[in-house]
């Protein structure tokens, strides 16, 4: 298969997603958006001779249209309220059309919670939030680096950006905020649960992305941009570190993806191991690394925010954060340690070459440093400064300066948390390797709820993928075959069968034809004279 | 302030280039000669990036606009390619090219 199609597909992504993030109106980046979209179609599917590659490819794509049209809707209705696509008109005039009535189903809604819920919807699609995110780990059909691109730094981060660049707007919807806060947190704690039982290592990657982009979406939703677009950028590179690290496990264990398969890795693997263990402290938000910045903040974003929301978020941030831990070392005992499942195959491991090796090390020393080098600017005392007003917080929203003073206790909770989740799995899969099978086996029907990701696939497919298929077969057979192209068949050979029988007319016997002319003249003249 | 606008538009629109010279001519060139392309496109989209976002941190992240071109100009409704040079995108902008630099280099070896 030819690679330069590859390198151009990643060049091509790399611009939609630079196209999305540099616009300066809605238009160019809906242009980015769907760029992304069409570039991550052709990724995910390119390995085209393979059909659960080309299936994924088309989820994603279908599953991204359909958040991209309540987008799209959105975009139309700041046209009719703004007059105007570009970002300086919209914010100027948000306060004073803000509050302008829309009226929906018979009821009065404020215009901007509607836009801003219908850009919301759009973000929840791109970047895998709960009911929109089953095509995200059927994505991981695609390369490696597809995968550390496509969910670590592009792409499923536009949604989070796209709430950051519209912060004026999302400030004066707090209802639409509300629902931020909740889609953030289920997904958060959802795609956790998910990733803990996972038996494929950039699946549970996967879901760990999507969980974590929960935790961007809930400080977005109280009114944080600042530490939700701190989180994406240290996330961005511990993200891209852990796929890149998987890759190369996979790569030398030559296309094996289930963790149960692997063991005992870590001396073949020296610095794959180290970068594995540096990308998943970083995840768990271990001092000092960098996810220890970010996530803590937001946290503490969601317990200084004080509402009800906020407090459920908050809870379900910790659990998560213990969450993350475990799964974090899970892959880590499973993959490297512990007694290899294929001895031949551990021995044959080697590592990977320099061209591979380069990228983990630059970006296990951002895992490291971004964190503890941005936090200042990002979110801490100069971010007033470092972000001159493009995001924006209303006067009323103090959050930047009341999350630093949360209580002692309850700023160290996530990191206690996360080195009880570190505990929990050495205690599972290396002190007690027989616990997770027995666990398995006596919570049998929770286990298989989770394995199967809450049945979210298998829902959709009843409720939408399966009535779609039958009115497709429906219009197919009835409506194509049957009358678009059935009538015109049917018209013909009517005209046909009439001819046909119209020739039986012409024997070319004259004593016939003579009869015939005599009986008609016979009739003639039997009405003439008689009627 | 001048430079870090340039540097920016070329940050943004070299990958493009890079793209369209290795998907069009990758059937001619090769695909040695078109990891090299987008490699080396991307490689100094990342510089301009980074470059770009040093100078906005000395100097001031505005906002301001970089034109590029028209786009539509159909009846009430106008829009151009403009790029918008503030401390979010031009913060998001390195950070993508050197997390997609990264890959890129890393992919080179599959």
Redesign the interface.
Known sequence: M??????????????A???L?????L??LFFGWEGVGLASYLLIGYWYDRPSATAAAIKAFVVNRVADLFFLVGIGLI?VLF?S?R?EEIFAAVPQVAGAPYTLFGQPFRMAEVISFLLFVGAMGKSAQLFLHTWLPDAMEG???VS??IH???MV?AGV?LM??MSPLLEAAPNTRLFVIFIGATTCFFAATVGMVQPDIKRSIAYSTCSQLGYMFAAVGVGAYQAS?FHL?TH??FK?LLF?GA?SVI?ALHDEQNMFRMGGLWKKLPLTYAVMWIGSLALAGVFPFAGYWSKDAILNALWAADSGMSHYAWVLGVITAFLTAFYSWRLIFLVFHGAPADAHARDAAHE??L??A???V??AI?AVVSGIALAPYYIGAQQAA??????FNAPDNSIMETFEHVPGLIALLPSVVGLLGIAVAYLFYVARPDMPAALARSCGPLYRFLLNKWYFDELYDRIFVRPYGAIARILWKDGEEGAVEGLPRDLVQAAANGASDAVRLQTGSIALYAFTMLAGLVVVLTVALCG | MQTDLHL?AA???L??A???V??LG??L???TL??VV??A??SV?ALCGVGALYGGWTT????F?VPLAD??NAG??H?T?????????V???A??????L?????????
């Open positions: 030819p690679v330069y199609r590859f390198f151009a597909y990643l060049s091509l992504f790399t611009f997603m630079l196209m993030v540099s616009s300066s109106d238009i160019q046209y007059h696509v970002y390369p490696t680096p550390a691109l670590a730094a592009t981060t950006f950051a660049r677009v950028t961005a590179f891209a890149l890759g790569h990977s070459p061209s591979m380069l990228p983990l630059v970006l951002g470092f972000w001159q007003g493009s995001i | 920016f940050a943004v629109t990958p493009l890079g793209a369209v290795a998907g990758g059937r060139m090769g695909d078109a990891k987008t490699l496109c991307m989209a001031g992240f505005g906002p606009s786009w539509i009430g409704f829009a390619w403009t790029l918008r040079f503030d401390t979010l995108s913060t998001m902008t950070m993508v090219l050197c997390v997609s990264l890959v890129h280099c890393y992919t080179l070896a599959i």
